[in-house]
Every structure is written in C-alpha cells, then in structure tokens.
C-alpha cells in the first residue's frame, strides 16, 4: 500500500535518484548509467530538460532559517497596517489590545514559537501552520484556493494543434522529471550580477563545497540560492480529502499519465522502470486513441466531487472506497500529473481565464497538484493545487517546460504515430451507488451555480509601462498598488484591506509573507486625487507619489526578508489554537478580522512563457487581481462575484493611472 505523506513540504531530504538505462527503437533514447556521468549517446535532450553542473538540492542543507520577527516589531507592523483602515476612537482601541498582547500573552507565545523554532531547525517556523491553515479548509479548492497559468502559444504555428501540442508539453513534462529526480534540474538561484550564471569556474567550485556549507559559496559572489523543498511535491501528487483536514499524498514511483477527455479518465505509463520516457510517438497514438475513444460525456461525472466542500467531499470519497473503487483512485492520486485534453476552443481571454480557473468541472480532477490543460486549439495551461506549494516552483516548471517543448520538440506537425495493435491505455471505470449518483448531481448543481456568479475581467493600460516609471526612479509595482489603493478610495469612499502576495523562498521551507499597500501614505495620496484634487500642487502630488513608492519598496523588501507581521502573528494564533489556549483578544478584535477580510487580493507574476495567469477572490465581496507591469503597459486579470462593481473597479482603475500619468508629466489634476 502506498503511504500518505501529511506533511510533504516538511524535511530536506533528497530525491529519489533514478538510474536510466538503454531502451527505445534505434537507441533514439539510448543513456549511459550515472557511474559514467548520464551522457546521452545521441541528443542530451532525450530524457533530460538540461544537466545542471550543480545538483538541484546542492544548497537546501545551508540555506539560512526563516526568521522569526521580534514581536515588538509585528506589533509596530500590525499597527502601521490598521491605522489607514480606522477611525481615531477605533485605532485607540486596537492600539491598546495590540500593546497589551505584546506585553502579556503574546510575549508567552512569542516565546513558546521561538524555543519552538530552535528545537526545529530542519524547517521554518511557518511551515507546519501553513500547510494546517490550507489542509484544514473546508471550503472547495476550486475558485477558492487553486490559481492558473496560461502558457503562450508555441512560436510555430503547425505545433500548436491539440496533438502535438499535448504530446511535446507532456514529453518536455516528464523531461523535468527526470532532471528533478537525478538532481540535473539547475538549482533555484538568484543572481544580483547575472555573468556568475554563466560562469564555469563559479560552477564546478560551488559543486565541489559539501551541502553544510554551499549556500555561504555562493552567498559571497552575490548568489542567493532558494528553497526547492516544495518541488518534491510538484510530480505524484494530490490533496485526499479527510473530515476536518486534508492530506497530501505522494508516490515517487508512480509512472503512469492520468489523462481526462469529456469526463473519462485514462492511465497509461509514461516511463519504464528506470526512467526512461515513453517514445514520442506512442504517447501521440495514445492521446490519438483517447480522444477517438472519449466521444461523449458520462451519465456521472466523477470530477465535480472535486468541486465540493472538503467535508462532503471526504465522506462521498469513503463511500467510493467501499463502494470497489479504491485502486481507480489510487491510480488518479499517484499518476506523475493530470493531462486534460479539452473539447473547447476559448475565443479571447475572458473565455480562457474562465476554462483555465474552472472549465466546466467535469474534465478536471482539482485535486491533483497540477493539471495540464490544452484546448481543442492548442492553448495550454497549468490549474494547481495550492496546499503543497506556491507559485515560484510552478513557474519554474512552467518555463522550463515551454522552453523545452518549444526549442526541442518531440514530434513535428504530420508526424505519423505508430499503429496500435494493443492500447498501452487503461480505461477507469467507477462503481458508482445511487447515494455517489446523487452526490455528483448536488455537486454538479452547486459548482454550475458558484461558476455562474463569477465575472472574470480583463484590462490594460497602454500609455506606460515599466520602463517610464523606471526613468521616473519609481517602483512599477508601488505605481500600480497605488493606483489601486486611488481606485478604491474612489469607487468606495475609504481605504480597504489590501494583500499583496511576496514569495519567502530565500528561507529553508519558506513560503510567502504579506505586503499591506494600503498606508498612511496612501490614503494620504488617495485623499490628494480623489477630494482635494485642487488643493494641491503638481509637485506636491508627485513627492506624494515618490513617498508611496518608496514606501511601498520597504515594505517589499522586510516581506521578502520574513520581517513582515503576518506570517509571525498567524503562527502565534495557531499555536494558541493548537493547544487549546483560550483565543488572545488581538484576533478577536473586530480590526483583526477587517484587516484579514482581503477585499483587493493581487500577485504579479512575469515571464517570457506565460500569456496570461489569474484566480479566485478570497471574500465573496472582493476581487481576485493577477496583474504584470510590462515594459511599455499594463495589464490585469480581474475576478469577483459582484459584476458591477468589479466593472466599476476596472473604470477608476484606468481613471486613477492618467491621473497618475498626467502628474509624472507634469500635468495638473482637472
């Protein structure tokens, strides 16, 4: 029986190594074995995305610790981030709950955490309770919690049928694999000077330090190394759902494809014993056979379970595990990803955010940790689970794989496919009881339902971008928080609770802090274009814009250095729930729970590979806001439930940016 593993992000050990061997017609995906370096005998493509000098997991040992922040700081944080959202009498108050926590049972739980901390050292302080706050949530994965990943279309257009498409992601898919499991994956580093990337010497000298000491090597050229812990969980992967919490699940030996078309499930290996990835062309004649096969949708589509509450989730799960269906389910939650080959051609973005973030639940399986998504055109993207992980390792993933796919295609257009004289595929078929039956339906119902009220949203600004705010000595991303921060005291009348994602990868088993961008400062400057528009010169507005940014690249900066309050306060919380302690004022207090109620949700993520990405709203009267500050303009992926206002929302956004534009320029507010 394959074990459950509650806790994957946890721990730092290696991979497993995998040894490949000959195999393949022709020797076409014949490699030497490890003790003679893995050097391909005809293409290092084959199996591999690339040979990295240093092994993938090299640094995690040496990594520095997250740190936990000093209470009194948080307090300070916490403070700075309420004051714009009260009153005077209603800051007073929060004020003095926040003090007293700090001096009474907060100082106690402070403490607890940290010697905590010490007596872990093989992990963060942040991990356990993160991976508990997400497995513990009773609310569906979908729309809620799983994000995307759209990818650009392939360069050449003949790659971009269903098909090939589908076959090459799937090839250079497994190809990342490989070079994960036998550490040839190029290990996540961050370069302040980009030449030490290239470099050789750097290289084979940091490969020759031993794992207790690589991070300090590389630490003196100026080379941040980051945590990859979460990548183990990124192949074989998938969230069980279990009343009350959730558990992860992986099984490194998986080495068969789930793939879904019209509701039906389908297996089939795509490597053998040894690692070594199935021929291309196979792959295409499978795929070929399932789309012939899957011509019509089931009278009972497993896949909107998957769209349920956790709960009602986990008990319809036991009754198909009594029901004879336990080895079905063990094949979908160990295959190394989801392949989803739609039957839906997205006609413009709206469409595809729509098919991307949900599709229509029953060509899904959302508790995978990913699940690759390509339509009857081509378009590809990544839906993710996001319990196990966040967006740095599927990024990189994604990057890699389109990279790959695209300058080292597997198969070419018009390639023909091997005749199948014997499928490789297994057809999954469920024992479904009138009670599953009945339970698919309610879902189906409710998923339709929860779809129908989402409004999802597109919007670009073409006259700047990146590269005018950068001549301006601005930050693009405090520019664009600002306008946000401008667009709402517009639209609503008052400063609301903001969240900006910022990734702690930095740290061993880091995983995000919160940046607040609503500040003093920018109600300050929200108050100066929305109601005193008159009152203030061009130069006073621009130096209040110059504050803000300023600001605002502080507050990045102790974020992505674990020194922001959210994360050290969520921690102190759990552990006091934890142990049954009765629940501290400070998270009693209605300024907590407003503070925490994220009306403007938004992440920014940028790369050559991706066309476009986007999520849920996390309040049902919020917004979801995926947003990027290109080079010459900006864009954004905007969801919400509420139509109007997000629409409304869109308005005074372009609105607050030429209000922005004209004071740059020069120009007075009119």
């Known amino acids: 029986m394959l074990c459950a593993r509650p806790a994957c992000g946890g721990g730092g050990g290696r991979l497993l190594l995998r040894r490949p061997g000959p195999v393949g017609r022709r020797g076409y995906w014949r490699t030497v074995g490890l003790t003679e370096g893995i050097i391909s005998e005809l293409d290092t493509d084959h199996h591999f995305v690339h040979r990295s000098t240093i092994p993938t997991m090299h640094f995690q040992d040496s990594l520095p610790r997250l740190p936990v922040p000093k209470l009194e700081d948080s307090v300070k944080r916490y403070l700075a981030a309420q004051k714009p959202l009260l009153d005077d009498d209603q800051y007073r108050n929060t004020e003095r709950i926040a003090r007293e926590f700090g001096k009474g049972v907060g100082r106690k739980l402070?403490?607890?955490?940290?010697?905590?901390d010490k007596k872990n050292k093989h992990t963060s302080y942040i991990s356990d309770p993160w991976f508990d706050m997400y497995l513990c949530a009773r609310d569906p994965v979908v729309l809620n919690f799983n994000?995307?990943?759209?990818?650009?279309?392939?360069?050449?257009?003949?790659?971009?049928?269903?098909?090939?498409?589908?076959?090459?992601?799937v090839v250079s898919s497994i190809k990342f694999l490989n070079s994960l499991k036998n550490e040839f994956l190029r290990p996540d580093i961050y370069y302040v000077n980009p030449k030490w990337s290239q470099s050789r010497v750097f290289k084979n000298f940091i490969r020759l330090l031993p794992t207790s000491v690589s991070w300090y090597g590389a630490y003196m050229v100026n080379a941040?190394?980051?945590?990859?812990?979460?990548?183990?969980?990124?192949?074989?992967?998938?969230?069980?759902?279990?009343?009350?919490k959730d558990e992860l699940f992986t099984d490194e030996w998986g080495r068969h494809l789930l793939v879904m078309?019209?509701?039906?499930?389908?297996?089939?290996?795509?490597?053998?014993?040894i690692g070594n990835i199935l021929h291309p062309s196979e792959i295409q004649a499978q795929l070929i056979y399932i789309l012939q096969d899957a011509d019509r949708l089931p009278e009972f589509s497993l896949c909107?379970?998957?769209?349920?509450?956790?709960?009602?989730?986990?008990?319809?799960?036991?009754?198909?595990?009594?029901?004879?269906?336990?080895?079905?389910?063990?094949?979908?939650?160990?295959?190394?990803?989801?392949l989803c080959l739609d039957n839906i051609s997205p006609k413009n973005d709206t469409e595809l955010s729509h098919c991307m973030l949900h599709g229509h639940g029953f060509n899904r399986w959302f508790d995978k940790s990913f699940s690759l998504i390509i339509t009857s055109d081509g378009t590809a993207g990544v839906n993710f689970e996001h319990s196990w992980g966040d967006g740095v390792a599927v990024l990189r993933f994604v990057n890699e794989v389109y990279r790959n796919s695209t300058r080292h295609p597997a198969i070419v257009p018009h390639s023909s496919p091997p005749a199948l004289s014997a499928t490789r595929c297994e057809r999954l078929e469920f024992k479904l009881n009138d009670s599953i039956q009945s339970a698919i339906n309610a879902a189906h119902m409710k998923f339709k339902e929860t779809n129908e009220k989402l409004s999802v949203r597109m919007f670009e600004f073409r006259k700047f971008g990146k590269e005018f705010l950068v001549k301006q000595k601005l930050s693009p991303d405090a520019v664009f928080q600002l306008a946000c921060q401008i667009t709402a005291y517009r639209q609503f009348g008052k400063i609301i609770s903001s969240y900006e994602a910022c990734s702690t990868a930095a740290f061993k088993h880091g995983r995000t802090e919160t940046i607040r961008p609503t500040?003093?400062?920018?109600?300050?400057?929200?108050?100066?274009?929305?109601e005193e528009r008159s009152k203030h010169s061009v130069a006073e507005l621009r130096n209040m814009i110059d504050?803000?940014?300023?600001?605002?690249?502080?507050?990045?900066?102790?974020?992505?250095?674990g020194k922001g309050f959210d994360r050290h306060l969520f921690a102190l919380k759990h552990l006091s729930v934890s142990r049954g302690d009765p629940m501290p004022e400070l998270f009693l207090d209605s300024a907590y729970q407003k503070l925490n109620h994220i009306i403007l949700s938004t992440s920014t993520l940028h790369s050559p590979a991706v066309h476009l990405g986007g999520f849920g709203p996390?309040?049902?009267?919020?917004?979801?806001?995926?947003?990027?500050?290109?080079?010459?303009?900006?864009?954004?992926?905007?969801?919400?439930?509420?139509?109007?206002?997000?629409?409304?929302?869109?308005?005074?956004?372009?609105?607050?940016?030429?209000?922005?534009?004209?004071?740059?320029?020069g120009r007075p507010l009119v």
């Not at 500040?519 to 929305?530: E, H, P, W």
Request: glycine letters at 4%; a negative charge.
């Open 547 to 561: 504050e803000c940014s300023k600001y605002h690249r502080r507050l990045q900066l102790e974020a992505a250095l």
């Open 110 to 116: 402070h403490r607890d955490l940290v010697e905590f």
């Open 519 to 530: 500040s003093i400062l920018t109600k300050q400057c929200s108050r100066a274009f929305v």
């Open 618 to 665: 996390v309040v049902p009267d919020g917004f979801g806001i995926g947003y990027n500050v290109f080079d010459t303009w900006v864009g954004c992926n905007t969801t919400g439930y509420l139509n109007r206002e997000l629409q409304e929302f869109l308005r005074c956004l372009e609105y607050s940016l030429n209000d922005i534009l004209d004071v740059l320029e």
């Open 147 to 169: 994000p995307f990943i759209s990818l650009n279309p392939d360069p050449k257009e003949a790659y971009n049928s269903q098909v090939v498409r589908a076959t090459n992601l």
């Open 224 to 244: 941040y190394p980051l945590d990859m812990s979460q990548y183990k969980c990124l192949f074989n992967s998938s969230r069980i759902p279990k009343l009350n």
């Open 261 to 273: 078309r019209n509701g039906h499930f389908y297996v089939f290996d795509v490597l053998d014993s």
């Open 304 to 338: 909107y379970l998957t769209t349920e509450d956790r709960n009602t989730w986990a008990a319809v799960r036991q009754q198909l595990l009594e029901a004879g269906n336990e080895d079905n389910l063990q094949k979908i939650d160990s295959a190394v990803f989801c």
